[in-house]
């Protein structure tokens, strides 16, 4: 990193963010303060700084409130002082991840590390008119941040079925098509206004979530499905959740050669509008496996498109989730010329977040925005999986 020209105060700044970037990565405590703290001299190696360099930018990040110092506990069998331990302090500041569907909100708010601290749900008959939709997300965010003081609320994320451009806009939705001009987000944003608030896809949201905490955390490429009467995909290349030149990547959903729309209106005609999927246990066994059939030939499409480690499933199949990932992994093995000859078939696996794989997405997102917006730890973090 270039320091020409830099002030003595913004290098003192840049050390201190170093510092700061290496005390997330320590993660949070999991009931152990030891795991998630640094001594100085751990974090001298670490950052490659001097001392002073570090105990100064310690300063300066305990005096922001962002880093906390713990008790000094004595170690055993050592003489002399005890080395001084420090840590994220991780609920000096929080995020809320929103989850806005056509029929329900569901909103998580969660600390620094992105471990939950409270959630809550809206459910509504519909939530397609502009009106509607605004108001049950003002009633969750009062419910889980109306209490809180200003500056506490650090970011945002409210994911929608939609696609949203790189400027943040609404630019597309089969769902809810008011929600294109109807100034759904800036009314959504002044519900929060001391916080950075951002949109996202619901379905990359769930796949940023999975790539953080669940079947795809350490995958570089992978799919993560959504399987019900809405369908649609999500792409984690390279180990980030792609978003496309216009926010679009993945949504093959409305593309008749994949089958997908034929799939979600046969679904409709053999389980009713609006209820819930038949159980694995009679009819709802049949229907999974004719979804799974219906859908297959699109996601051999993916497949071939991005050669992936592990297909992820979310949805409205995921109460049958074994049972539909069993009958489309048969149903791609049977697909010809999918992948390479004599390579094991692609691993297609249910989600192990459940439904609140979209609100986790958010927190992640919300993670990402606040520790490049709020904290100041790099552009980086605003697009790349946490």
Do not use: Y
């Not at 601290?117 to 941040?145: G, H, I, K, N």
């Not at 995958?219 to 390279?238: C, S």
């Not at 977040?353 to 730890?377: F, I, M, N």
Request: charged share 20%; proline share 5%.
């Amino acid at each position: 990193m270039s320091t020409i020209g830099s002030s003595p105060a913004l290098l003192r700044r840049m050390n201190s963010r170093a510092v700061l970037a290496e005390l997330f990565r320590a993660g949070p405590d999991v009931g152990d303060p030891g795991r998630a703290s640094r001594t100085v001299t751990e974090l001298v190696a670490a950052v490659g700084l001097t001392r002073p360099t570090v105990e100064a930018a310690l300063t300066d990040l305990v005096a922001e409130g962002w880093v906390e110092e713990l008790k000094a506990v004595a170690t055993p069998n050592r003489a002399g002082r005890r080395a001084r331990r420090f840590r994220i302090d991780a609920r000096s500041g929080l995020v809320l991840g929103i989850d806005l569907g056509l029929h329900a909100v569901v909103g998580v708010l969660a600390d620094l590390h992105g471990d939950p601290v409270a959630r809550t749900e809206q459910f509504a008959p519909t939530l397609a008119p502009v009106e509607q939709a605004v108001d049950a997300v003002r009633e969750v965010v009062d419910r889980l941040v109306g209490t809180l003081p200003p500056g506490r609320l650090l970011a945002v994320t409210v994911c929608v079925p939609a696609i949203i451009d790189r400027a943040g806009r609404i630019v597309h939705s089969v769902a809810a098509p008011e929600w294109q001009s109807g100034g759904i987000t800036d009314r959504i944003a002044a519900l929060v206004p001391d916080a950075v608030t951002v949109f996202e896809n619901d379905a990359k949201a769930a796949a940023r979530a999975e790539a953080a905490w669940g079947r795809l955390h350490g995958v570089r490429d992978g799919l993560l499905l959504v399987m019900g009467r809405q369908i649609g995909a999500a792409l984690v290349v390279g180990g980030t959740v792609a978003q496309g030149a216009h926010g679009a990547a993945g949504e093959v959903g409305g593309i008749a050669a994949t089958g997908w729309p034929a799939a979600a209106r046969a679904l409709e005609a053999r389980t009713g509008s609006g209820a819930d999927l038949p159980s694995a246990a009679g009819d709802g066994r049949a229907a999974v496996r004719a979804l799974a059939a219906d859908v297959a030939p699109g996601v051999a499409q993916l497949v071939a498109a991005v050669d992936p480690e592990v297909v992820v499933v979310g949805g409205e199949v995921l109460p049958d989730g074994e049972e539909f990932c069993t009958a489309l992994a048969r149903e791609l093995e049977r697909t010809p010329g999918l992948g390479l000859p004599g390579a094991a078939g692609v691993s297609v696996v249910p989600s192990g977040l459940g439904r609140d794989a979209v609100s986790r997405g958010a927190v992640a997102r919300s993670l990402a925005t606040a520790r490049a917006e709020r904290l100041g730890l790099g552009a980086e973090l605003r697009t790349g999986v946490v």
